[in-house]
Nanobody, 126 residues
Framework: QVQLVESGGGLVQAGGSLRLSCEASGRTFSTYAMGWFRQAPGKEREFVAGISRSGGSTHYADSWKGRFTISRDNAKNAVYLQMNSLKPEDTAVYYC???????????????????WGKGTLVTVSS
């Protein structure tokens, strides 16, 4: 089983930036497509971004495209989410997710996720 641990969340002012990290245990990290989801207070968990097993392809929800960037470093068993121009509505718990033999676009389906991290809280003040 793959264990996912997120870090990098915290409090930031509107317009600022944060870089989230997710480190995975295991020896088969490169066989998993990875993604980020978030869940704001009172809302359903939603897809943010996905990345292919090699990192060659990425996919973003339209709402965040242009502000967020997903990347991965298979040598470090890590995936990242660079968040810029943050808005108060970005406040949420951000979750790292993995799907074995998945694709960047396919990460958008919550039901297909194999493993979840416990989440890291991002709070954006106005």
């Amino acid at each position: 089983q793959v264990q996912l641990v997120e870090s990098g969340g915290g409090l930031v002012q509107a317009g600022g930036s944060l870089r989230l990290s997710c480190e995975a245990s295991g020896r088969t990290f490169s066989t998993y497509a990875m993604g980020w989801f978030r869940q704001a207070p009172g809302k359903e968990r939603e897809f943010v971004a996905g990345i292919s097993r090699s990192g060659g392809s990425t996919h973003y929800a339209d709402s965040w495209k242009g502000r967020f960037t997903i990347s991965r470093d298979n040598a470090k068993n890590a995936v990242y989410l660079q968040m810029n121009s943050l808005k108060p509505e970005d406040t949420a718990v951000y979750y790292c997710a993995a799907r074995r033999w998945g694709t960047a676009q396919g990460m958008g389906q919550i039901r297909d996720v194999d493993y979840w991290g416990k989440g890291t809280l991002v709070t954006v003040s106005s």
